[in-house]
């Protein structure tokens, strides 16, 4: 094989992930071949479903580095999951078949025939069912990294949470200099690493207008400090900045990632802005993992109207990489 391939986690067999991943198959080539870990049964039930043909050619995974790999071929390693209709509702019926999906990807990466991941949704109510914040927490866990950050990425401007997945009333005692200089760190790796270049970083306020009338006053005893000490090492970072004005096209346009203090204070802004454009890409694994920046979305299930596009530029990312 030319190009490592790319290994892909179809994760929660009833979300809109085969889907997409039909329509980006049948709408773009990619020099990487992919390995889709996923189920027969279930895709062949989504292919009648949507109306996409295409060869399926069934692999093993202990000899994945044994076979002249392409794209003509839909190239699955079957995990069983057996069900007799194209959907159903998500429960944890599929727990087991995520988590098998899950280790067989994982045994691939540690015998490096691969450095490249994706996971399609799955489902955080049900599979990750409160032990983990997230999947990025999860495959964090699972590959022994203490140190991680979720990076929301377009070419034009990503942004980074310092928090993911908090409730509201656990962010601000969350935030510290530890964390902050953690993710800066791996946000400069990254971009040095894999983009050649050294990003210009904006950081905003955990409060509105970075101003506080409590005793505690994060921005100030935190989040600026920290940012003179980077600074200090010669980071391009700059801040805080209040969030509901460092997204204006002005002042955007300054800076290659944005760090937030909490989920929603960077996603909701850089979504409205590129919407299926953007990839969630997890730094800090052994491997490169990407996620398509949206969930099961079961609500959408069998209409044959979902948008792939975010599946193509998480499999276009990788694809363009060494």
Sequence with gaps: MTCKPIIIVAGEPNSIFFEIYLKTMSSKKFRSPLVLIASLNMIKLQMKKVNIKKKIRCLDFLRLDKYKLDNNYINLIDVNYNQSKAFEKISIKSNDYITKSFNLASKILKKKISNKFINGPISKKYFLNKKYLGITEYLADKSNSKKFAMLIYNEKLSVCPLTTHLPLKNVSKSINRKLIIEKVKLIDLFYKKYLKRKPKIGVTGLNPHCESIDINDEDKEIIKPTIKYLSKL????????????????????NYDVIIGMYHDQVLTPVKTLFEYDAINITLGLPYLRVSPDHGPNEKMLGKNLSNPQSLIKAISFLDNLK
């Design 234 to 253: 010669k980071y391009k970072i700059f801040g805080p900045y209040a969030a509901d004005t460092i997204f204006l096209k002005k002042n955007r346009n």
